[in-house]
């Protein structure tokens, strides 16, 4: 159980949980995400969402998600003192261990998948490497965390309407980017499956680009089998791995997004 310290709207749908207790203590990567357990008696499959900042001091963690049907309405009911039953920390998160100060990293995010890139950006600027961030968001409305972003490294924003930064989705930013000029040395992305191949074909034989899926879960914890996706140099089409247990993260080039 974790107790609620505080909720906040930051955008329409958009909301910011921070939850305290003993469970922070095993939050360790950036990437990882928690099975969260609603009240409502007739909702039994517990919710995945992704740790958004991690604060071991204060023992507290955030999390950023958007409300999509009952769970997520559910959970934006709670108030501070409110408890939540809480699985987790689960699955294999981005990896930072071989990041130096001579790094310079590309973090790419979109939509709901930008709030992991938090924790993970505030975890590779700690160790003294240059990040570029590129953001996409359907509109102005719906961005969040821009200044908090940007008090960690650059930020380049496109929204598909063009209401704010870049018009398009964060490929036309790319493309303007990544050039002869600037090669990133690691590449992290989260958002949609379709920003994710962009990312995939882009990155594909990057040695270190990483990519966080998502997939309908159950169990959560690799035993159901629900979360499976497929390796991609598997000619048989048979071996498969888990986004709960083997993921959420994985390197370009290894499953079909
Ligand atoms: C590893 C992981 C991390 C995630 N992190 C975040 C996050 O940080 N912020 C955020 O807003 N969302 C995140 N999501 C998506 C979030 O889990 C779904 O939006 C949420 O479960 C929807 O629940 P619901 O009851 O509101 O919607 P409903 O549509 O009523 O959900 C019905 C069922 O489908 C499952 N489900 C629905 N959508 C998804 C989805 N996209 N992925 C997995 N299961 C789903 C639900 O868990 C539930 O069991 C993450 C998903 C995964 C897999
Ligand atoms: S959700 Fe059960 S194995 Fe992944």
């Given at each position: ?5 505080s ?27 928690l099975?969260?357990?609603v ?10 969402i ?11 963690c ?8 009952q769970?997520t ?7 501070s ?14 990896p ?14 979109g939509?709901?998948?930008v ?6 950006s ?18 102005k ?8 972003f ?14 704010y930064?870049t ?6 930013i ?6 002869k ?15 994710l191949?962009?990312i ?10 990483y990519?966080?899926?998502e ?5 959560g ?37």
């Amino acid at each position: 159980m974790m107790t609620v310290v505080s909720q906040k709207l930051l955008a329409p749908k958009i909301y910011e949980l921070v939850l305290q207790g003993e469970l922070v203590n095993e939050m360790k990567e950036p990437g990882q995400f928690l099975h969260i357990r609603v009240k409502r008696q007739d909702l039994l499959l517990r919710r995945p969402i992704s740790l958004a900042d991690i604060n071991p001091q204060e023992k507290t963690c955030t999390l950023i998600y958007r409300v999509e049907g009952q769970g997520t309405l559910d959970m934006s009911e709670l108030k501070s003192g409110d408890l939540l039953d809480v699985m987790g920390p689960l699955g294999h998160g981005f990896p930072v261990a071989d990041i130096t100060p001579a790094d310079h990293v590309l973090i790419v995010g979109g939509g709901i998948g930008v709030p992991p890139l938090y924790a993970l950006s505030k975890a590779i600027t700690a160790k003294g490497a240059n990040v570029h961030h590129v953001l996409g968001f359907a509109s102005k409305e719906v961005i969040f965390y821009e200044e908090a972003f940007k008090a960690l490294g650059e930020v380049s924003i496109s929204t598909d309407d063009g209401s704010y930064g870049t018009k398009g989705h964060v490929g036309t930013i790319l493309d303007q980017l990544v050039t002869k000029d600037f090669q990133p040395t690691a590449v992290y992305a989260c958002g949609a499956s379709g920003m994710l191949r962009r990312i995939d074909q882009q990155f594909h034989d990057h040695p270190r680009a990483y990519m966080s899926l998502e997939e309908r879960m159950a169990c959560g914890t690799g035993a159901c089998y629900a979360c499976v996706c497929h390796l991609q140099q598997d000619e048989t089409k048979t071996k498969s791995k888990r986004v709960c247990k083997d993921g959420p993260v994985f390197q370009t080039g290894e499953v079909v997004i």
